[in-house]
């Protein structure tokens, strides 16, 4: 099992930024992370997909209405996953979440992974 614990979330105002991080612990032996990726949920709705980074080749993938505004990246360690976010909106407003999976499945599908950490809040005033 991989544990996955995210910070960085806070208050800001509408056009500002935030850098998320996500450390990863546990088993990473090779080959057993697929894909991390990052998605959030406002209360009352489902949680969804946000970006995704492969493991063995970083390929990225973003949810369209964040494409362009924040980026997906990880460290030269691969023990941390970031997740920047510029130009944020009150939209963006939600709780977010760092995901593994470790398996083959789609990137933006929930279900398909497998590691979940606890959450950080993200608040974006207008």
């Known amino acids: 099992q991989v544990q996955l614990v995210e910070s960085g979330g806070g208050l800001v105002q509408a056009g500002g930024s935030l850098q998320l991080s996500c450390l990863i612990s546990?088993?990473?032996?090779?080959?057993?992370?697929?894909?991390m990726g990052w998605f959030r949920q406002t209360p009352g709705k489902e949680r969804t997909f946000v970006a995704a980074i492969g493991w063995v080749v970083s390929t990225t993938y973003y949810e369209y209405s964040v494409e362009g505004r924040f980026t997906i990246s990880r460290d030269n360690a691969s023990t941390t996953v970031y997740l920047l976010m510029n130009n944020l909106k009150p939209e963006d407003t939600a709780v977010y979440y760092c995901a593994a999976r470790t398996r083959v499945g789609r990137y933006d599908d929930r279900g398909d992974y497998d590691d979940w950490g606890q959450g950080t809040q993200v608040t974006v005033s207008s």
């Open positions: 546990g088993r990473l032996d090779s080959g057993r992370i697929y894909m």
